[in-house]
Each structure stands twice: as C-alpha cells, then as structure tokens.
C-alpha cells in the first residue's frame, strides 16, 4: 500500500526534527566540553548548530535542559570508550580510563570546578560518581576483599586512583605523557589491590 503525501510529510518532518536535535546535542556537547557552564550560551550553541535560538529552546527548554539532555546523548559514547574490561584486568582498566579522559576529561574537570555554582552540575556530578564507583566495584571485584567494610574501602581507594582529578593533576598540571599517566595508574591501582 502506498504512503500517503500526509504520512509521507509527516515522515520526513519527524527525521528531520531528529537530525536538527542531533545537531543540537553535538554542538552542545561541544560548547559544554570546550568552555565552563557560565560561558555557553543557547545563542552559542544555536550558531554552532546552524538553528536558531527558539528550535534549541523548543527541543530543550533551557540551559540546563539541554546540558541534561547532551550529557546523557554521550553517555553511551564513555560506555564505548570504557569498553568491556575484564574482571581484574588493570592494564585493560587503565587503558578504558585513559581513552575517557583522553577524550572528555577537560570537560569532566570543568564541570567538578562549576558544580559548587550550579546545582544542576552538582546532580549530574553526583550521578556520574555513582557510575564510576560501580564500575569500579564490577571491573576490580575479583580482587576485592570479601567483606563489605574491606571492600568498600579499597573501591573507595581505587576512586581516588583513577578520578578524573587524578588525570588532570598528572596530564594538565604536571605535564606528564599519556604514557606515564598510565603507569602511574597503574601503579596506584596495583598498590591497592595488592593490599586486598
């Protein structure tokens, strides 16, 4: 059966809205990775996406919308970049942590030194804390003390070894390679686990 005109508009108008909200996100994305959350603007974003002020407000509603919104269509992208590790694997760790970093940590900095300004970073900050620290938990977890106050701990440990302000301080403000970022990583991650 054929489509009718109406259905067929109808069709293109709904790709269409998804390829103008894709473009949105991307530039989003970019703005957010690239400046601190007072310095975007939608009017930014907007020129970037080659849309106007009105169609991010449409799509988003706000500022704080749309960070919401572009945090959440990357989240699948650091999925990606951590890949699957396997449970132990701290060479593998690190190099999941590293192509993160690599990729967004600037931005993941900026976001930890504006969430005391923003409470809407300050939920988004506290959600991907919770995520890390679960990832954690499943990648290290054969290596982990049985019981629950051991584990906690060393998770806890672990955390510090690999947040993203561990990353900065060595790759922004000491000025380390990527490749002595990873050893000291690695380093840190297997004096923890050696004390399990």
Known sequence: MAQSAREYDMTARSAAAVRTRERILRAAGARFA?????????????????????????????????????????????????GNVAPGDVDGAVEALMRHYEMFGDGNWRTVADADRQPVLHSLLEHARGEHRRWLATVFEPRLAADEAGRDQAVTALYAATDVGTWKLLRRDLGCSAEQTRAVLSRLIVGILEKE
């Open 34 to 82: 690239d400046a601190h959350y007072d310095d975007v603007t939608l009017a930014g974003v907007a020129e970037a996406a080659g849309v106007t002020v009105q169609t991010v407000f449409n799509h988003f509603g706000s500022k704080e919308g749309l960070l919401t919104a572009a945090i959440g269509h990357f989240a699948d992208e650091v999925v990606d970049l951590r």
